[in-house]
C-alpha cells in the first residue's frame, strides 16, 4: 500500500508559476506509475497528467501541454508538477494518485491523496 501526500498549492496570479510536490511512503515507489489530477467545482475530476514508473514516459492533458511538466525522483519518493503560465482556468484542488497502470483514467489508480488548493487570481 502507498499512502501520498501532496503540497506546494497556493494562490497565484495570472501567468504565474506553481511546483507541486506528492511525496509517497513506502518502498514500492517505483513499481507505481503516478498521475495527477485536478477538480474545480461542480466539475468532475479530471487528469491532467501521468508519469510511468521509471519516468521515462509522460503524458499530459491537452489544457495543459507545453505549460506544466511532471517528473518524478524514485530515490525521494516524490512526483512534482511544474505548472508554468497559469490560467484562472486552472483553479482546482490538484490531487496525486499513484497506480499500477499509466493513463488518463480515474479508475486505473489505487492511491490518492487528499489534494491540494491552486487559485489562479486573474
Known amino acids: 500500500q502507498v499512502q501520498v501526500v501532496e503540497s506546494g498549492g497556493g494562490l497565484v496570479q495570472t501567468g504565474g508559476s506553481l511546483r507541486l510536490a506528492c511525496a509517497a511512503s513506502?518502498?514500492?515507489?517505483?513499481?507505481?506509475?503516478m498521475g495527477w489530477f485536478r477538480q474545480a467545482p461542480g466539475k468532475e475530476r479530471e487528469f491532467v497528467a501521468a508519469?510511468?514508473?521509471?519516468?521515462?514516459?509522460?503524458y499530459y492533458a491537452d489544457s495543459v501541454k507545453g505549460r506544466f511538466a511532471i517528473s518524478r525522483d524514485n530515490a525521494k519518493n516524490t512526483v512534482y508538477l511544474q505548472m508554468n503560465s497559469l490560467k484562472p482556468e486552472d483553479t482546482a484542488v490538484y490531487y496525486c494518485a499513484a497506480g499500477r497502470g499509466l493513463g488518463n483514467a480515474v479508475g486505473l489508480y489505487d492511491y490518492w491523496g487528499q489534494g491540494t488548493q491552486v487559485t489562479v487570481s486573474s
Open positions: 508519469i510511468s514508473k521509471r519516468g521515462g514516459s509522460a
Open positions: 513506502g518502498r514500492t515507489f517505483s513499481s507505481y506509475a
